[in-house]
């Protein structure tokens, strides 16, 4: 069993759409929550971080973590075609990473 | 931005010739990375660092070595490239728990790698 389940889409949205990313994982140690969004030929960046469980928003985005579930969430509101980019979530018990794979997202214009 | 290079950015090489990437960071963190990506298999670590010379062997290390003499500065060598090691490469750096980055990573933008 992987570390961290990450569905890879791919997604495709018309522009507008609320957009929900979601990863899964089975180490009960993960206290750090990570969301990248990478561009075609770039590299990772950090989207979004998360400490332990609950909610945290920034603009256009809200990252959530459910520990009881082992369950972490990306909400995209209002998305936009620059939004298209694939969307890695991470998760770590302190300097080791753990990935999963992306999921890739389009929207549409 | 974090402050992360990487040299080169892009590079076609021949099978069984020696290939060194550097990464360069301006954040005076402690732990730094290398990272491939592949289609279907996403990132994988190959080697990081916690510090100066020590170095640790990630989910990949076959084939790679690296070192660290200075805290700014992580080289990953392919002792003799192989078609199997092209791929993306990404270095990346975070710091101490005890720090205000705690728990977060930081890419740089990547050296692609291409071996004939």
């Known amino acids: 069993q992987k570390e961290v389940e990450q569905d890879p889409g791919p997604l495709s949205v018309p522009e507008g759409a609320i957009v929900s990313l979601n990863c899964t994982y089975s180490?009960?140690?993960?206290?750090?929550f990570m969301w990248y969004r990478q561009y075609s030929r770039k590299g990772p960046e950090l989207l979004m971080y998360t400490y332990s469980s609950g909610n945290k928003e920034d603009g256009r985005f809200t990252a959530q973590v459910d520990k009881s579930s082992k369950y972490i969430s990306l909400f995209i509101r209002d998305s936009q075609p620059s939004d298209s980019a694939t969307y890695l979530c991470a998760m770590s018990n302190g300097n080791q990473f753990y990935f999963g794979t992306g999921t890739s997202l389009t929207v549409i214009p | 931005d974090a402050g992360i290079t990487q040299s080169p950015r892009h590079k076609v090489t021949e099978t069984g010739t020696p290939v060194t990437l550097r990464c360069h960071q301006t954040e005076n963190h402690r732990y730094m990375y290398w990272y491939r990506q592949d289609p279907g298999h996403g990132l994988r670590l190959i080697h990081y660092?916690?510090?100066?010379?020590?170095?640790d062997k990630g989910e990949v290390s076959d084939g790679y070595s690296v070192s660290r003499s200075k805290t700014e500065d992580f080289l990953l060598t392919l002792e003799s490239a192989t078609s199997s090691q092209t791929s993306v490469y990404f270095c990346a750096i975070s710091d101490d728990l005890t720090t205000t980055d705690a728990g977060e990573l930081f890419f740089g933008e990547g050296s692609r790698l291409t071996v004939l």
């Open positions: 660092s916690y510090g100066v010379k020590d170095t």
């Open positions: 180490n009960s140690a993960f206290q750090y």
